[in-house]
C-alpha cells in the first residue's frame, strides 16, 4: 500500500490578519475562561474555555459560492461538493510577474511542464509564488499577477470546477471587470483564494479538499484546505 501525506494548504486565522479590501476584519473575543466556566457550574474539577470569531465568508484561506459573484448563482450550502474536494493539480506560473496577467500560452506551457493533463472535474492550483514571497508584507494585497478573460475561460472550458491561488484573489489587482471570478460566474465554477505551501505540491496530482462550512445562503466560506499527496 503506498503512503500518504496530508499538506496543509491553509493559512492562519488571527486577529489582525490581512482580509481583502471591503471585507469584514478578523476579531477574536474571549467568550469565558475556565476560570468563569468554574465558578459558574461550581466544578472544582474542570473548567471550559471558548472564545467567539468575527470573521468574513472570504476571510483568510476560503472559496466563493457563485452567489457571491452572480445573483442567480447557488449560494455555498446549495453548490455541488464535487466543487470542493477531488482530483487536482497544482501548476507552477511562479515566473510570472505580479506587472502582468496570467494568459492561456502561460497556463499552456504551465500544464506542459508539468506532465500533467487537466480533466474534466478537475480542481486547479496555480502556484505563483506570492505567499512565499509577499505574505506579511504591504505588497500581499496589491502586487499580485491574476488570471485573463481568456485564461480564466481557457480553465473553464477544460471543465475545470474549482480555481485555487496563493494570493487574495484569481483576478489581477487591476482588472476592476473582475475576469476570474466573471467567468466562475458564466460556467457556475468556484475558486479558492488565500492558499499556501503550493511550492510542496507543485507539478503533482493529489486528492485535494476545501471544504466549506454549511452556512445557509452563504457567499462564500473559510475552509481547511489540504492535499493528499503519495509519498
Known amino acids: 500500500m503506498k503512503q500518504l501525506k496530508l499538506i496543509d494548504l491553509s493559512q492562519e486565522i488571527f486577529q489582525g490578519m490581512s482580509v481583502f479590501p471591503m471585507h469584514q476584519p478578523t476579531f477574536i473575543m474571549t467568550n469565558m475562561t475556565h476560570e468563569e466556566n468554574m465558578n459558574q457550574t461550581g466544578s472544582k474539577a474542570l473548567g471550559f474555555s471558548a472564545r467567539n470569531l468575527l470573521i468574513s465568508e472570504h476571510g483568510g484561506t476560503h472559496c466563493d459560492a457563485v452567489w457571491e459573484y452572480k445573483p442567480s448563482g447557488a449560494t455555498i450550502d446549495h453548490m455541488p461538493m464535487s466543487h470542493f474536494w477531488g482530483s487536482a493539480i497544482c501548476i507552477d506560473l511562479s515566473h510570472i510577474r505580479f506587472d502582468r496577467y ?106 485535494y479538499f476545501g471544504l466549506p462550512l454549511r452556512i445557509r445562503g452563504g457567499s462564500g466560506s473559510p475552509i481547511r484546505a489540504v492535499a493528499l499527496v503519495e509519498e
Open 102 to 207: 496570467i494568459e492561456p500560452r502561460d497556463l499552456e506551457l504551465a500544464v506542459k511542464k508539468s506532465g500533467l493533463e487537466i480533466l474534466k472535474g478537475d480542481i486547479v492550483l496555480m502556484y505563483t509564488g506570492h505567499f512565499d514571497r509577499n505574505f506579511g508584507t504591504d505588497k500581499w494585497q496589491t502586487e499580485y499577477t491574476g488570471l485573463s478573460y481568456e485564461a480564466a475561460k481557457w480553465l473553464a472550458e477544460r471543465g475545470v470546477v474549482n480555481i485555487g491561488v496563493d494570493a487574495p484573489a484569481i483576478d489581477h489587482p487591476s482588472d476592476i471587470n473582475f475576469s476570474g471570478h466573471l467567468i466562475c460566474g458564466e460556467y457556475d465554477m468556484t475558486n479558492t483564494e488565500n492558499l499556501c505551501n503550493l511550492d510542496k505540491i507543485v507539478n503533482k496530482r493529489f486528492l
